[in-house]
Protein backbone atom coordinates (compact mmCIF):
# COMPACT_ATOMS: atom_id res chain seq x y z
CA UNK A 1 0.00 0.00 0.00
CA UNK A 2 0.98 3.50 -0.29
CA UNK A 3 0.09 6.57 0.81
CA UNK A 4 0.89 10.48 1.21
CA UNK A 5 0.54 12.72 4.56
CA UNK A 6 0.58 16.11 4.53
CA UNK A 7 0.10 17.42 8.10
CA UNK A 8 -1.38 20.90 7.77
CA UNK A 9 -4.75 21.76 6.55
CA UNK A 10 -4.19 25.06 6.17
CA UNK A 11 -1.13 27.09 5.70
CA UNK A 12 -1.07 31.14 5.49
CA UNK A 13 1.95 33.45 4.74
CA UNK A 14 2.54 37.16 4.04
CA UNK A 15 3.29 37.84 0.39
CA UNK A 16 7.26 38.12 -0.38
CA UNK A 17 7.95 35.26 2.76
CA UNK A 18 9.17 31.68 2.16
CA UNK A 19 6.55 29.28 1.41
CA UNK A 20 6.67 25.18 2.52
CA UNK A 21 3.89 23.07 2.44
CA UNK A 22 4.78 19.54 3.79
CA UNK A 23 4.72 16.10 2.52
CA UNK A 24 5.55 12.78 3.91
CA UNK A 25 4.94 9.56 1.77
CA UNK A 26 4.96 5.67 2.01
CA UNK A 27 5.68 3.28 -0.18
CA UNK A 28 7.63 -0.10 -1.15
CA UNK A 29 9.72 -0.43 -3.44
CA UNK A 30 11.11 3.41 -5.10
CA UNK A 31 8.55 6.15 -5.01
CA UNK A 32 7.66 8.64 -7.95
CA UNK A 33 6.71 11.78 -6.18
CA UNK A 34 4.53 14.84 -7.45
CA UNK A 35 3.38 18.26 -6.59
CA UNK A 36 -0.19 19.59 -8.22
CA UNK A 37 -1.66 22.90 -7.71
CA UNK A 38 -5.53 23.26 -7.97
CA UNK A 39 -7.61 25.98 -8.30
CA UNK A 40 -11.05 26.45 -7.79
CA UNK A 41 -13.55 24.23 -9.86
CA UNK A 42 -10.32 23.71 -11.63
CA UNK A 43 -8.44 20.31 -12.40
CA UNK A 44 -4.78 19.84 -11.23
CA UNK A 45 -1.69 21.43 -12.33
CA UNK A 46 1.52 19.96 -12.77
CA UNK A 47 4.20 21.53 -10.83
CA UNK A 48 7.16 19.36 -10.31
CA UNK A 49 8.03 15.75 -9.88
CA UNK A 50 11.21 13.88 -8.45
CA UNK A 51 12.05 10.30 -10.64
CA UNK A 52 15.42 9.78 -10.10
CA UNK A 53 18.70 11.64 -9.49
CA UNK A 54 18.82 15.10 -7.87
CA UNK A 55 17.19 15.36 -4.66
CA UNK A 56 16.58 19.38 -5.25
CA UNK A 57 13.47 19.11 -7.93
CA UNK A 58 13.18 22.77 -9.45
CA UNK A 59 9.47 23.22 -10.95
CA UNK A 60 7.08 25.75 -12.29
CA UNK A 61 6.30 29.20 -11.21
CA UNK A 62 9.40 29.29 -8.81
CA UNK A 63 8.16 26.16 -6.64
CA UNK A 64 11.00 23.84 -5.57
CA UNK A 65 10.85 20.26 -3.41
CA UNK A 66 13.31 18.39 -1.91
CA UNK A 67 13.39 14.71 -1.55
CA UNK A 68 14.75 13.33 1.63
CA UNK A 69 14.46 9.56 1.59
CA UNK A 70 15.83 9.03 5.36
CA UNK A 71 12.64 10.92 6.32
CA UNK A 72 10.67 10.17 3.78
CA UNK A 73 9.36 13.53 2.55
CA UNK A 74 9.26 15.76 0.10
CA UNK A 75 8.14 19.42 0.87
CA UNK A 76 7.46 21.83 -1.48
CA UNK A 77 8.84 25.05 -0.78
CA UNK A 78 9.04 29.02 -2.84
CA UNK A 79 11.72 31.28 -1.58
CA UNK A 80 9.13 34.00 -1.99
CA UNK A 81 5.40 33.54 -2.44
CA UNK A 82 2.89 35.82 -4.23
CA UNK A 83 -1.05 36.65 -3.43
CA UNK A 84 -1.48 34.50 -6.45
CA UNK A 85 0.48 31.10 -5.17
CA UNK A 86 -2.81 31.64 -2.79
CA UNK A 87 -4.42 27.49 -4.04
CA UNK A 88 -5.18 24.28 -2.63
CA UNK A 89 -1.85 21.73 -3.03
CA UNK A 90 -1.61 18.42 -3.44
CA UNK A 91 1.34 15.84 -2.74
CA UNK A 92 0.82 12.63 -4.65
CA UNK A 93 3.16 8.96 -4.75
CA UNK A 94 3.21 6.48 -7.24
CA UNK A 95 5.33 3.26 -7.07
CA UNK A 96 7.69 3.06 -10.05
CA UNK A 97 6.03 0.42 -11.96
CA UNK A 98 2.43 1.06 -11.85
CA UNK A 99 1.73 5.37 -12.22
CA UNK A 100 -1.16 5.02 -9.95
CA UNK A 101 -0.91 8.18 -7.95
CA UNK A 102 -2.09 8.00 -4.34
CA UNK A 103 -2.70 11.40 -3.08
CA UNK A 104 -2.48 13.76 0.07
CA UNK A 105 -5.40 15.43 1.44
CA UNK A 106 -4.25 18.36 -0.12
CA UNK A 107 -3.03 21.70 1.88
CA UNK A 108 -4.70 25.13 1.10
CA UNK A 109 -2.16 27.97 1.05
CA UNK A 110 -3.70 31.58 1.80
CA UNK A 111 -1.08 33.99 1.01
CA UNK A 112 -1.98 38.01 1.72
CA UNK A 113 -0.59 41.16 0.41
CA UNK B 1 2.56 20.80 -22.24
CA UNK B 2 0.62 18.10 -23.30
CA UNK B 3 -3.11 18.61 -23.07
CA UNK B 4 -6.11 16.85 -21.93
CA UNK B 5 -9.55 17.71 -22.63
CA UNK B 6 -12.88 16.74 -20.77
CA UNK B 7 -16.29 17.21 -22.24
CA UNK B 8 -18.12 18.21 -20.62
CA UNK B 9 -17.10 20.84 -18.31
CA UNK B 10 -20.31 20.81 -15.67
CA UNK B 11 -23.61 18.44 -16.29
CA UNK B 12 -26.91 18.10 -13.99
CA UNK B 13 -28.95 15.25 -14.66
CA UNK B 14 -32.35 13.50 -13.29
CA UNK B 15 -31.75 10.97 -10.58
CA UNK B 16 -32.10 7.66 -13.12
CA UNK B 17 -30.47 8.64 -15.89
CA UNK B 18 -26.72 7.90 -17.14
CA UNK B 19 -24.35 10.54 -18.25
CA UNK B 20 -21.10 10.20 -20.34
CA UNK B 21 -17.74 11.95 -19.49
CA UNK B 22 -15.24 12.19 -21.92
CA UNK B 23 -11.54 12.44 -21.86
CA UNK B 24 -9.32 13.06 -25.11
CA UNK B 25 -5.56 13.70 -25.01
CA UNK B 26 -5.48 16.44 -27.58
CA UNK B 27 -1.63 16.27 -28.71
CA UNK B 28 -0.39 12.77 -27.50
CA UNK B 29 -1.31 9.56 -27.55
CA UNK B 30 -1.70 8.24 -24.29
CA UNK B 31 -1.58 4.26 -23.30
CA UNK B 32 -2.73 4.82 -20.22
CA UNK B 33 -5.95 6.70 -18.72
CA UNK B 34 -6.97 7.43 -15.28
CA UNK B 35 -10.41 8.56 -13.58
CA UNK B 36 -10.71 10.36 -10.25
CA UNK B 37 -13.20 11.52 -8.26
CA UNK B 38 -13.36 14.39 -5.57
CA UNK B 39 -15.30 15.71 -3.18
CA UNK B 40 -15.67 19.13 -1.90
CA UNK B 41 -12.74 20.26 -0.51
CA UNK B 42 -11.51 16.53 -0.35
CA UNK B 43 -8.25 15.10 -2.28
CA UNK B 44 -8.82 13.06 -5.39
CA UNK B 45 -9.31 9.49 -5.11
CA UNK B 46 -8.65 6.98 -7.78
CA UNK B 47 -11.62 5.11 -9.44
CA UNK B 48 -10.16 3.07 -12.07
CA UNK B 49 -7.43 2.87 -14.46
CA UNK B 50 -7.47 2.14 -17.94
CA UNK B 51 -5.46 1.10 -21.28
CA UNK B 52 -6.62 0.95 -24.59
CA UNK B 53 -8.41 -1.83 -25.99
CA UNK B 54 -8.61 -3.55 -22.99
CA UNK B 55 -11.26 -3.81 -19.82
CA UNK B 56 -10.32 -1.19 -17.23
CA UNK B 57 -8.82 -2.04 -13.63
CA UNK B 58 -11.15 -0.74 -10.94
CA UNK B 59 -10.16 0.44 -7.32
CA UNK B 60 -11.55 -1.50 -4.62
CA UNK B 61 -15.24 0.07 -3.94
CA UNK B 62 -15.85 0.99 -7.19
CA UNK B 63 -19.02 -0.39 -8.40
CA UNK B 64 -17.76 -1.49 -12.60
CA UNK B 65 -21.14 -1.73 -13.25
CA UNK B 66 -22.12 1.65 -12.28
CA UNK B 67 -19.31 3.40 -13.49
CA UNK B 68 -18.46 2.14 -17.02
CA UNK B 69 -14.92 3.10 -18.66
CA UNK B 70 -14.58 2.67 -21.80
CA UNK B 71 -11.14 3.61 -23.56
CA UNK B 72 -12.04 3.28 -27.68
CA UNK B 73 -8.79 4.70 -28.77
CA UNK B 74 -5.09 6.03 -27.79
CA UNK B 75 -6.82 9.53 -27.08
CA UNK B 76 -9.95 8.60 -25.78
CA UNK B 77 -11.36 6.91 -22.59
CA UNK B 78 -15.08 7.67 -21.50
CA UNK B 79 -16.57 7.25 -18.11
CA UNK B 80 -20.21 6.95 -18.04
CA UNK B 81 -22.24 6.88 -14.88
CA UNK B 82 -25.17 4.83 -14.87
CA UNK B 83 -28.49 5.18 -12.77
CA UNK B 84 -26.75 8.51 -11.46
CA UNK B 85 -28.14 9.15 -7.77
CA UNK B 86 -27.17 12.31 -6.05
CA UNK B 87 -24.22 10.75 -4.09
CA UNK B 88 -22.78 10.69 -7.05
CA UNK B 89 -22.28 14.17 -7.27
CA UNK B 90 -18.80 14.78 -7.44
CA UNK B 91 -15.98 16.29 -9.58
CA UNK B 92 -14.41 13.84 -11.67
CA UNK B 93 -11.16 14.10 -13.03
CA UNK B 94 -9.66 12.04 -15.60
CA UNK B 95 -5.48 11.97 -16.73
CA UNK B 96 -3.54 10.36 -19.65
CA UNK B 97 -0.20 9.08 -19.41
CA UNK B 98 2.61 8.35 -21.43
CA UNK B 99 5.83 7.36 -21.51
CA UNK B 100 8.95 7.79 -23.97
CA UNK B 101 12.55 7.64 -23.67
CA UNK B 102 11.97 5.82 -20.10
CA UNK B 103 10.03 8.95 -18.85
CA UNK B 104 6.93 8.80 -17.75
CA UNK B 105 4.29 11.67 -18.21
CA UNK B 106 0.87 11.99 -16.85
CA UNK B 107 -1.54 14.97 -17.41
CA UNK B 108 -4.59 16.10 -16.06
CA UNK B 109 -8.37 16.93 -17.51
CA UNK B 110 -9.65 19.85 -16.01
CA UNK B 111 -12.73 18.18 -14.79
CA UNK B 112 -16.28 17.83 -14.82
CA UNK B 113 -18.65 18.57 -11.83
CA UNK B 114 -21.86 16.10 -11.82
CA UNK B 115 -25.00 17.21 -10.10
CA UNK B 116 -27.41 14.55 -9.94
CA UNK B 117 -30.60 16.29 -8.69
Known amino acids: ?113 | GAVVSQHPSWVICKSGTSVKIECRSLDFQATTMFWYRQFPKQSLMLMATSNEGSKATYEQGVEKDKFLINHASLTLSTLTVTSAHPEDSSFYICSASFTYGGMYEQYFGPGTRLTVT
Not at chain 1, 80 to 103: G, I
Open chain 1, 1 to 113: AQSVAQPEDQVNVAEGNPLTVKCTYSVSGNPYLFWYVQYPNRGLQFLLKYITGDNLVKGSYGFEAEFNKSQTSFHLKKPSALVSDSALYFCAVSRSNDYKLSFGAGTTVTVRA
